[in-house]
């Protein structure tokens, strides 16, 4: 890409490498995805380009809805690549920070991280009921940006290329339930705390988050079941 100058890598993802550079000269993270070598060209290049145009759609929908993601500034198809708004300024995974608060020493870990977990139930709410099911859910695809005065910090979503449009209660609890999954898994005696975050999305969904809460403990049964049987 000529138009970045001094790309650095700085992650290197499943699907994607993650390089920090600038863009008009403002700091911007690219998003390049490789090529699979183990797809055939031609639905390699198209699942990519699916990918793309899915990820770019939601960042721009939920910042319309008002959810804070990264701004897209560029889409290039036959580089694979997108460049979005640096928001790594003052931020870490979810994953870490919440590794780093629960082995800090503090005695309260559910008070002191319930704040957070209400605001990401809200967000996913707001998702949607806006239809819009993000697909990857985990605490690697949010981003906890500190405040300046260390009040409650602000959530960032990232990682949309598996997001799409829907508004089946059954793919929102799909979504709800791969977000169970990966953080009761990453993050251990977190039952409590996740609980708190389905309250607060039970409680800003308002009218409908039972039928996807029914939907969730469903999915949750059929896997269950899988296990059992082996
Ligand atoms: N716009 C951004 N600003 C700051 N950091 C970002 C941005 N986009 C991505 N990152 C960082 O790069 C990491 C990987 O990004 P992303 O999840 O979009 O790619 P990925 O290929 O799906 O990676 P993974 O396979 O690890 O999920 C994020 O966890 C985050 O730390
Ligand atoms: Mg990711």
Redesign the pocket.
Known sequence: MDIADNKQL?????????F?GSFLRKP??F?E?FRKTYRHPILDESITKERMKA?ARSLVRCRMLGIHT?AVYSIDFSTRVII?????ED???MRMYIDNVQNSNKNDVLKELKPLMERVGQIIATLHKNSIVHG?L?T??M?VKLGRDRSTPEV?I????LSYVDGSAEDKGVDLYVLERAFLSTHPNTEELFKTLLQSYRRNYGKGSSEVLNKLEEVRMRGRKRTMVG
Do not use: C, H, Y
């Open positions: 700085v992650k290197q993802g499943a699907e994607a490498k993650i920090k911007a993270m998003k995805r990820e990264p979005m708004e640096d928001v790594s931020t870490q995974t990857d985990t690697s695809n981003l960032i990232i990682d949309f290329g």
